[in-house]
């Protein structure tokens, strides 16, 4: 019984630490990401089973130590953030490597996951990079970052290394043919290919409207 209150006080504290961490970011990846990746990992994880401490601690992290952020691989905030909390030493590196393998890396590049929790987690964020909500982030980190919506004679690149992935500067549209039309045959867990299926209807539909708009067909 005590075991679950530390593990509670944990991630409590854990939240506490993140939502001030990430309450101004303008990119899509605000605090509300974090909790919506959150929930949708334990929604998962009730359906899958996996280890319910790990895969809220990871979720809650994830993004701390982005790449778009920070470029090392190595996720050091989070990892000075588990030591702080005196949380052992195993499940430390077991919450690192669930993170570590969150990430979309480019079209070209593999990103198998290699436990239950990390598929879960990996599920999880790429929900949100679909659907309504999805649409909703690309272009709010398009904007973020000062990209065109669309440029008809820029087409998409399937990137063959995460390298050239990180490079790219291309219009916001071209990141549904990049990454986000990808991502359902890419998931790890029937429950998740569940939820996909609608979102990433949905996402065709915008995008049949959006080139039916642009050519004033509609
Ligand atoms: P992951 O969650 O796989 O690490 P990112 O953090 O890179 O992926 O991206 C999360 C979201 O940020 C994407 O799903 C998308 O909404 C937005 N995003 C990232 N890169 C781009 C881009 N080049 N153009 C538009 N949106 C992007
Ligand atoms: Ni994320």
Redesign the pocket.
Known sequence: MFHKITERELLLKTEEFIQSEFENDG???DWWHIYRVRNMALQIAKQEGGDLFLIEMSALLH?LD?W?INTELHPQKTENWLCKLNIENLQISKILDIIEQ???KGAGVETKANSLEAKIVQDA??LD?IGAI?IA??FA??GNKG?LIYHPEITPELHQSFAEYKK?T?P?IN?FYE??LLLKNRLNTKTAFAIAENRHTFMEDFLTRFFAEWEGNM
């Open positions: 990119s899509g990846h993004d982005d778009k969150v990430s979309f964020d790429r990079a999805g982030r690309t980190f398009g990209r790219t291309a916001t990141h990454k986000l």
